[in-house]
């Protein structure tokens, strides 16, 4: 049983949109003048050599940067028509619209129950939270393995039924975008599987973009693939983005070529 | 051939010979040598760190041994009667005169130097065990008085509600509830303000705030406690006296006390909730955040969960300080116990009773200063205990983050 | 950001059933909590500034004074009473006490050989008589001036109405007395001293050999875990039981070495245990834990590759620590000593539970004799009905907490040269 997510009103072509965007620490430009088109309901994996500021960018797409005091960010950032960082927007509500998962599983402190409960609660749901929880424990692929200990501490679960955890959390607040910053990257190759499964069966009611430094995860999993370089001064740029089986067979850049031959990176 | 054989052996015979003595050397300067002073200093050393075993053991005997000496004390009371009869040294009953204590079968009693044991009572007539723990059974003269033992007990000291060394009431009640009264009004006011500092400095405060705050605390915690008793009679009383009236709340009140107490433990409680807070891992708020949780929402309801043992901890030392604290009850709670629990009355804590106590002139072996060191012992057993629960509490703390 | 409607307009999703509208009320209350924070961390700026403003209040003000004898009735020859020289003064004095008390005086001191300023002090006490009749704290005086005159003027009408600061210069040097007026803080000042530097003396060394043994040699086995907890649970036993150890070993027991019999040098007016030594022996037990505690921090931050690299050079493990580990912490170690010492001062409790004399005059000559300390003193006179003694009670905190704050304004510049000079 799928459920969709928002259902979503037709404005604006593309999921989210990055126009002009570049994201700055104080004085340092991490990330300069992107422009990226993400498309609904499908895979966007972005990817580059270490330190090119691919979670900068991911993290600008639901404000998170911000939680870092230092940071700014100019140019837009356009979802249903109107930019994310226009000083009237709510960044909370944003972030709820615009959900994350993290390199490292974080799970709170509270039972598995919670840990999915928890989200939706506070932002005021008004449906059976049983049938919430299950329903997100069963798009995360884990209700099997945890139906029958719901009330354990989160912490008990193995590191990729945790990172699970955590996605099942996520969507939990039906967002419309999942952004994943190297979800499998701290697990082993069979949690990274059953990740990477689960991504393909979630890109069909959400939309995500994920960071992956694995250019063979990305091209197992994408649908479209952006790849980021790093300039002189250590700021980061988009070289090119397109369809994933088009951007590995016939790179229209040739440094993407360089990088996907692993002549550097 | 045999030559080059020869030569080859005491060649090879040779190279062994010098590497044996190259080995021996090397073995020799690499020998462990000994160091005598090393291990001398190591000896000093540990001398030092044992210092603070010597302090335990100090406070531990210390204290026993005066209170055992209270508990075991002999404290005779006028039992007001007299020898009706005059008594020989032989004689196995007693004539008492009527009235006066109640007398029962197997206590101690006293005439002049000579101690009995009542065996049998029948009215004002006592059959008596004569010369009763190696005291002389001797001639009495009729119209001597009786007095009758009066040890402190256990169940009167832990039970009774009465402080009144002269007429020999030693319920140490009046003083514990004093305490904790106060104590507690400290931590009510500590508590809820204390943690709220910590809140704002882990999870909002811009560095600048920081900046003021963490000195002004500091300053706080400086401030030595016989300034704040200064300040809890000067001002906080008079402030309370002019807001409820100076008909409920008395010069010397444990109101006053209590909240100042609260103020001298703010610093304490904020800091070290500060810390449990901070050691809550960052990518927990990250998570929280990321599901649309405002600021307040998360620090309430995922960091302060998260770090509530460190905060429980915390909570447990503040009351222990709060137990301990002396000068500020010492000025502004009164003198005498008193065992009410109205706060706005004057009543003497465990610490200020002490204090009282051994300012005035003090005889060695007098039945205040063993009652002194009774009190100071449950007082230390309090605190201890305390003490040891909240460590508990920090080391499982420690243990869900590594 | 926070709870405009238009924000949550502008972010319109399709509409969720599932999901109540709750945004602009959970920014609300995000808000009033808020402010509730913002409000409780105020409150200690304003405690601290009740605190400071009470004591002011106290250690300034107004004073009604009146002179048992007019100091104009004393001018002789039309010269003021101030400007007289020595002999004329000594005369006025024989003049106007009895005959007993001047005999006294000079058989404590002859009169001839004192200074004009001391015989002056003296017929200023003993005939002039200034005695204080009324005090007014200074914010009734900035608030309500006329009102304290009037008053003034109608209860005490001999009275000469004057600002007084009680705390001034002769305050620090003045020994005790029983006349508020006259009552000065110098033995206490002179029993603190020479109290922390028996407590410095006897805790530094032993603080610092016990950290370093703790933090250097000691292997993980049990007794070593005990000392380290046991230490710990020191730390938090309250001051009044390091009073009553006091009492017990160093007054009681070791009466005999702490009074001077041993050594023949006994103070005449109390032969007992109730002495400087005791007192600073029972500080610096209190202050050991934290002392200890407060090395090891300092020992532990000492980056192990600086050892690695003694040790590499095959230096022995006490020449590490001499040479390497000891300098680098002692920044840290000396900062936390201060921090101890400052501790120490003010403490009250122990002191008193000791034995600290109610009233001594005499400066401490020694770690025999009696004594007193500031802390105490703000107690005793703090305890007593009359108000001129809160008076001066509140300028002996001020000299206290000027004392404290200079320590530890040491401690915090020690501490940022410290740390700077490790980034250089």
Request: hydrophobic share 45%; with cysteine.
């Given at each position: 049983m799928t459920h969709s997510a928002n259902p979503l009103s037709s404005n604006g072509k593309y999921a989210i949109e990055a126009r002009d965007l570049s994201v700055y620490y104080s004085d340092f430009r991490a990330v300069k003048g992107v422009n990226l088109q993400i498309e609904r309901q499908k895979i966007s994996a972005i990817i580059g050599p270490s330190g090119c500021g691919k979670s900068t960018m991911l993290r600008a797409f639901n404000r998170m940067n911000e939680l870092v005091p230092t940071?700014?960010?100019?140019?837009?950032?356009?979802?249903?028509?109107?930019?994310?960082?226009?000083?009237?927007?709510?960044?909370?509500?944003?972030?709820?619209?615009?959900?994350?998962?993290?390199?490292?599983?974080?799970?709170?402190?509270?039972?598995?129950?919670?840990?999915?409960?928890?989200?939706?609660?506070?932002?005021?749901?008004?449906?059976?939270?049983?049938?919430?929880?299950?329903?997100?424990?069963?798009?995360?692929?884990?209700?099997?393995?945890?139906?029958?200990?719901?009330?354990?501490?989160?912490?008990?679960?193995?590191?990729?039924?945790?990172?699970?955890?955590?996605?099942?959390?996520?969507?939990?607040?039906?967002?419309?975008?999942?952004?994943?910053?190297?979800?499998?990257?701290?697990?082993?190759p069979i949690a990274t599987l059953k990740i990477e499964d689960l991504m393909r069966q979630l890109a069909e009611d959400y939309t995500i973009i994920v960071v992956t430094h694995n250019m063979q995860q990305a091209a197992r999993v994408s649908d479209y693939t952006a790849f980021f370089n790093m300039d002189e001064d250590r700021a980061g740029y988009l070289v090119e983005h397109g369809p994933t089986n088009e951007l590995f067979t016939k790179p229209k850049d040739p440094r993407t070529e360089d990088y996907i031959t692993g002549r550097f990176g | 051939m045999q030559n080059e054989a020869t030569m080859a052996t005491s060649k090879a015979a040779l190279r062994a010979d010098a590497g044996a003595d190259v080995r021996a050397d090397v073995r020799l300067a690499l020998r462990k040598r000994r160091r005598p002073h090393e291990t001398v200093i190591h000896g000093l050393l540990f001398l030092c760190g044992a210092v603070s075993i010597l302090t335990t053991l100090g406070i531990a005997f210390g204290l026993?041994?005066?209170?055992?000496?209270?508990?075991?004390?002999?404290?005779?009371?006028?039992?007001?009667?007299?020898?009706?009869?005059?008594?020989?040294?032989?004689?196995?009953?007693?004539?008492?005169?009527?009235?006066?204590?109640?007398?029962?079968?197997?206590?101690?009693?006293?005439?002049?130097?000579?101690?009995?044991?009542?065996?049998?009572?029948?009215?004002?007539?006592?059959?008596?065990?004569?010369?009763?723990?190696?005291?002389?059974?001797?001639?009495?003269?009729?119209?001597?008085?009786?007095?009758?033992?009066?040890?402190?007990?256990?169940?009167?000291?832990?039970?009774?509600?009465?402080?009144?060394p002269q007429i020999g009431q030693f319920g140490i009640w009046p003083l514990v509830v004093s305490t904790l009264r106060t104590s507690t009004i400290a931590v009510l006011v500590a508590m809820p303000l204390g943690l709220s500092v910590a809140i704002y400095l882990s999870e909002y405060a811009s560095s600048r705030a920081r900046s003021i705050l963490k000195p002004v605390l500091e300053v706080l915690s400086g401030i030595p406690t016989v300034v704040y008793g200064y300040f809890a009679l000067m001002f906080m009383t008079q402030l309370l006296r002019s807001l409820l009236g100076a008909d409920t709340v008395q010069i010397y009140n444990t109101a006053s006390a209590g909240i100042v107490i609260g103020i001298l433990i703010l610093p304490l409680v904020s800091s070290m909730s500060e810390d449990a807070l901070s050691a809550v891992p960052r990518s927990l708020r990250e998570g929280a955040y990321a599901m649309g949780a405002?600021?307040?929402?998360?620090?309430?309801?995922?960091?302060?969960?998260?770090a509530l043992s460190g905060i429980a901890a915390a909570f447990i030392v503040s009351i222990s300080r709060a137990i301990g604290e002396t000068m500020i009850v010492a000025i502004a709670a009164g003198a005498g116990p008193n065992f009410t629990l109205n706060p706005f009355n004057a009543a003497e804590t465990m610490t200020g009773h002490i204090v009282r106590i051994s300012g005035g002139d003090l005889s060695y072996d007098s039945i205040d200063y063993n009652s002194i060191f009774a009190i100071g012992l449950v007082l230390?057993?309090?605190?201890?205990?305390?003490?040891?629960?909240?460590?508990?509490?920090?080391?499982?703390?420690?243990?869900?983050?590594? | 950001m926070a709870g405009r409607n238009s924000a949550h307009g502008l972010l319109v999703t399709s509409p969720d059933e599932d999901f109540a509208d709750n945004l602009p009320g959970r920014h609300r209350t995000a808000k009033a909590w808020q402010i509730v924070l913002q409000a409780s961390t105020v409150i200690g700026i304003v405690v601290l500034m009740a605190l400071l403003l009470n004591i002011m209040d106290g250690a300034f003000g107004y004073a009604a004074v009146q002179n048992k004898v007019a100091p104009e009735t004393l001018a002789v020859d039309g010269i003021a009473l101030e400007d007289l020289p020595k002999e004329q003064l000594i005369e006025i004095l024989q003049a106007n006490v009895s005959a007993g008390l001047f005999r006294r005086f000079e058989s404590e001191k002859p009169l001839a050989e004192r200074s004009r300023e001391e015989v002056y002090d003296l017929v200023v006490e003993r005939?002039?008589?200034?005695?204080?009749?009324?005090?007014?704290?200074?914010?009734?005086?900035?608030?309500?001036?006329?009102?304290?005159?009037?008053?003034?003027?109608?209860?005490?009408?001999?009275?000469?109405?004057?600002?007084?600061?009680?705390?001034?210069?002769?305050?620090?040097?003045?020994?005790?007395?029983?006349?508020?007026?006259?009552?000065?803080?110098?033995?206490?000042?002179?029993?603190?001293?020479?109290?922390?530097?028996?407590?410095?003396?006897?805790?530094?060394?032993?603080?610092?050999?016990?950290?370093?043994?703790?933090?250097?040699?000691?292997?993980?086995?049990?007794l070593n875990r005990i000392i380290q907890t046991n230490i710990n649970n020191l730390a938090g036993v309250p001051s009044i039981i390091y009073g009553m150890l006091g009492l017990a070993v160093f007054v009681r027991l070791l009466g005999s070495l702490t009074s001077g019999q041993v050594f023949g040098l006994v103070d005449p007016t109390t032969a007992n245990g109730r002495t400087i030594l005791s007192a600073g022996l029972t500080l610096g037990l209190l202050i050991l834990p934290l002392l200890i505690i407060n090395a090891q921090e300092a020992i532990k931050a000492v980056p192990g590759s600086l050892?690695?690299?003694?040790?590499?050079?095959?230096?022995?493990?006490?020449?590490?620590?001499?040479?390497?580990?000891?300098?680098?912490?002692?920044?840290g170690i000396l900062t936390g000593t201060i921090l101890a010492m400052s501790r120490a001062i003010g403490e009250t409790a122990p002191l008193v539970v000791v034995g600290a004399s109610t009233f001594i005059t005499v400066d401490p000559s020694g770690p025999f004799s009696k004594f007193t300390t500031l802390p105490i003193q703000i107690y005793q006179w703090t305890a007593r009905p009359q108000d001129e003694f809160r008076n001066i009670a509140a300028a002996a905190i001020l000299v206290l907490l000027a004392l404290l704050l200079t320590l530890n304004a040491t401690a915090v510049l020690l501490r940022n040269r410290y740390s700077r000079r490790r980034y250089s």
């Open positions: 940071a700014w960010a100019e140019g837009e950032v356009l979802f249903h028509g109107h930019n994310v960082y226009d000083p009237e927007v709510d960044p909370v509500q944003v972030r709820r619209l615009i959900g994350m998962v993290f390199q490292k599983p974080n799970p709170f402190p509270k039972s598995i129950y919670e840990n999915v409960a928890w989200g939706a609660r506070i932002n005021g749901y008004k449906g059976s939270m049983d049938e919430l929880v299950e329903r997100s424990l069963r798009q995360a692929a884990l209700w099997e393995e945890v139906k029958d200990k719901l009330d354990q501490s989160g912490y008990s679960l193995s590191g990729g039924q945790q990172q699970r955890l955590c996605i099942a959390r996520t969507i939990a607040v039906r967002p419309e975008i999942i952004l994943m910053d190297e979800p499998a990257s701290a697990l082993d | 026993v041994q005066e209170s055992l000496s209270f508990f075991t004390r002999e404290l005779w009371e006028d039992a007001n009667k007299r020898l009706v009869v005059e008594v020989d040294a032989h004689a196995g009953t007693l004539q008492l005169s009527s009235g006066g204590l109640d007398l029962e079968p197997g206590a101690v009693i006293r005439i002049d130097d000579e101690k009995m044991r009542i065996v049998q009572m029948e009215s004002e007539v006592l059959t008596v065990e004569r010369g009763f723990q190696g005291t002389e059974a001797a001639t009495h003269q009729a119209g001597t008085g009786l007095f009758v033992s009066d040890r402190v007990s256990l169940i009167e000291f832990f039970t009774g509600t009465k402080w009144n405002t600021k307040w929402e998360t620090a309430v309801k995922v960091v302060v969960p998260a230390f057993l309090m605190t201890l205990g305390l003490n040891v629960v909240s460590q508990r509490i920090v080391r499982r703390f420690r243990e869900v983050y590594e | 005939v002039v008589e200034p005695e204080v009749v009324g005090t007014w704290p200074l914010f009734e005086l900035l608030l309500h001036r006329a009102d304290v005159l009037a008053e003034a003027a109608e209860a005490f009408p001999g009275a000469e109405v004057r600002f007084t600061s009680w705390i001034n210069p002769q305050f620090a040097v003045s020994p005790q007395s029983a006349n508020p007026e006259q009552a000065g803080v110098r033995t206490a000042i002179l029993g603190s001293l020479w109290t922390i530097a028996i407590t410095i003396g006897f805790a530094f060394p032993l603080g610092v050999g016990a950290a370093i043994y703790l933090e250097e040699y000691a292997t993980d086995n049990r050892r690695q690299a003694s040790f590499g050079l095959g230096a022995t493990r006490w020449q590490t620590i001499w040479h390497h580990v000891l300098p680098n912490a002692m920044p």
